[in-house]
């Protein structure tokens, strides 16, 4: 291994694990298409010593009282606060999403320990005095023991951030698997849990791919998985998962539709779609990769479009561009293959990314941002999710053909309108099947004590991620039916003195 090359293991009991990996796999930083890092991959053997810790650690934490666990949470948050800038680094260094980009990314996984701080009020159970003579009930929850986390490459600090300080907060250990392509990321923020003052053990990290993720999935002592990836394996996650009696929420992938009616505000509009189809180079499960234009505006709306693609400047996410380079070679080549599809099933290819100026390394995972028109519903470049800078533009008649085209695709994890009639935009959120709604808002993103998910093929499982959706996730309820009687009055005699 070159000195450039730097080893990343898993994270076991707060400490680096210490063992010989019988296999490893290679980490890029996409913008210059270095091998960066060498990361050890998990046999089944190293998930469950990683798993003995995690369950061992659980035992103590899960009686902590909440008080102490709302201030490991609250100095936890202060933490990635201070480091947030070396986080977002590691992440543009391994994703290649440019700074600005990681940095947001991990401001919305603040928001969620943010959430998770309010975990006194967020337990707090019902209360029935008198349900029967001296009989009361009441509920409460309770942790699960430990909790798998399975997460996606293109947001290798947010999307664990959205399940680990909830999970945490509820007095349930941890054991996160990220995607191997960014593994670093996940270790930075799983080792200021130990500074905040988290016993070693309740959070872990364990890397690995296909070999871990089946032992986990099958590993008697993991209690529930969170999984956030492409929609096979999430349904082949959520199967496996539930066979093994786990609960398991698994996020899928996604298409996401932006439509856009005749009266809308067509710049608003253009600088939505830009943003959200070309941001982190489409590498986002919210990104828009369907605009739907109702017309007359279609030709309007290319031309302003094409107009501030333009403008973007694509390159090495260090140096201040738009947008940066796609995660790993064969992600590029995948991506690529579409635009060569696109062109060969008779879309107009308005802006080619492929000849796209690039300010960074000649090695590099590139393609600019990519604009294609009149695209129609069977083309692949419209059934298929290609997760990447590719922008299909589907001209329809009307809102109800936008709505059907929609309602009518396999995923349903965001779509938004743009338009200035309120009766339009309420009879969308209504009609819709999709899980997350924008109303000129093309990237709907809820905040985190609300619930993150998708609906159809975008989810399997019932419970969306955070907000007090994800609180029920981490706990068991219970319900405790009780009679005390009263000593004083003829029931039991308890020796208790009497007063009267
Ligand atoms: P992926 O499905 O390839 O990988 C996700 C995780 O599953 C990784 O940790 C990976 O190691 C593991 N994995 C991969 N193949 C596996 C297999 N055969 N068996 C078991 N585990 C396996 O996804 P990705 O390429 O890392 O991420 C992009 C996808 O994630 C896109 O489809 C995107 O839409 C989706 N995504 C969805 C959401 C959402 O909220 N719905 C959010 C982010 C990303």
Redesign the pocket.
């Known amino acids: 291994m070159s000195t450039d090359v730097k080893r990343i293991t898993h994270l076991v009991g707060g400490a680096p694990w210490t063992g010989v990996a019988e296999r490893t796999s290679k980490v890029y930083n996409p913008a210059t298409g270095a091998v960066t890092g060498e990361l050890d991959l998990a046999s089944s053997a190293t998930v469950d010593e990683v798993v003995k810790v995690a369950h061992e650690a659980s035992r103590g934490w899960a009686q902590t009282s909440v008080s102490k666990r709302t201030q490991v949470l609250f100095a936890y948050r202060e933490l990635v606060n201070q480091r947030k800038e070396q986080i977002a680094a590691l992440i543009t260094a391994e994703h290649g999403k440019v700074l600005s980009d990681a940095l947001g990314e991990v401001t919305r996984g603040l928001e969620v320990i943010e959430f998770a701080c309010g975990i006194p009020h967020l337990l707090k159970g019902g209360f029935s005095e008198g349900v029967s003579t001296k009989v009361d009930v009441y509920s409460i929850r309770q942790p699960l023991g430990v909790c798998a986390v399975?997460?996606?490459?293109?947001?290798p600090a947010m999307?664990p951030m959205w399940f680990v300080p909830i999970a945490v907060a509820c007095g349930n250990s941890v054991v996160i698997?990220?995607?191997?392509?960014d593994p670093s990321a996940a270790n930075a923020m799983a080792e200021l849990w130990k500074e905040a003052g988290l016993p070693d053990g309740v959070v872990n990290v364990l890397h690995?791919?296909?070999e871990a993720?089946?032992r986990l999935l099958e590993h008697p002592d993991i209690k529930s998985v969170s999984?956030?990836?492409?929609?096979?394996?999430?349904k082949?996650?959520y199967e496996t998962g539930t066979k093994h009696g786990k609960r398991v929420q698994a996020?899928?992938?996604?298409k996401n539709h932006m439509v856009v009616l005749p009266d809308a505000d067509l710049d608003l509009a253009a600088d939505a779609a830009v943003n959200a189809g070309f941001g982190s180079a489409g590498?986002?499960?919210?990104a828009i990769s369907a605009l739907v234009a109702v017309e007359p505006i279609a030709d309007d709306l290319v031309d302003r479009i094409k107009q501030r693609m333009g403008t973007l400047k694509t390159g090495d996410g260090t140096r201040g561009c738009d947008m940066g380079p796609l995660v790993t070679g064969p992600h590029r080549d995948k991506v690529v293959g579409y635009v060569e599809a696109g062109v060969t099933e008779g879309a107009e290819l308005t802006v080619d990314g492929r000849e796209t100026e690039i300010e960074g390394g000649a090695d590099g995972f590139w393609l600019g941002p990519t604009l294609f028109d009149k695209v129609t519903p069977e083309m692949s470049i419209y059934t298929d999710?290609i997760?990447g800078p590719v922008l299909s533009v589907v001209r329809v008649a009307s809102y109800d053909a936008a709505l059907d085209l929609i309602n009518s695709n396999q995923y349903g994890?965001g779509t938004a309108i743009f338009t200035n009639d309120g009766g339009a935009a309420r009879r969308f959120q209504n009609e819709v099947e999709v899980g997350m709604v924008g109303i000129n808002v093309p990237i709907p993103v809820p905040m985190a004590y609300y619930s993150?998910?998708?609906w159809k093929n975008?989810?399997f499982g019932d419970t969306h991620?955070h907000g007090t959706e994800g609180v029920h996730f981490f706990t068991r309820g219970k319900v405790v039916t009780s009679r005390w009687l009263d000593p004083s009055h003829g029931g039991l005699n308890l020796g208790f003195p009497t007063h009267d």
């Open positions: 399975i997460s996606p490459f293109n947001f999307v698997k990220p995607s191997e392509k690995g791919d296909k993720v089946d999984f956030v990836g492409s929609t096979p394996i999430a082949y996650v996020l899928g992938g996604a590498e986002r499960c919210m999710e997760f994890n993150f998910g998708g975008s989810l991620a």
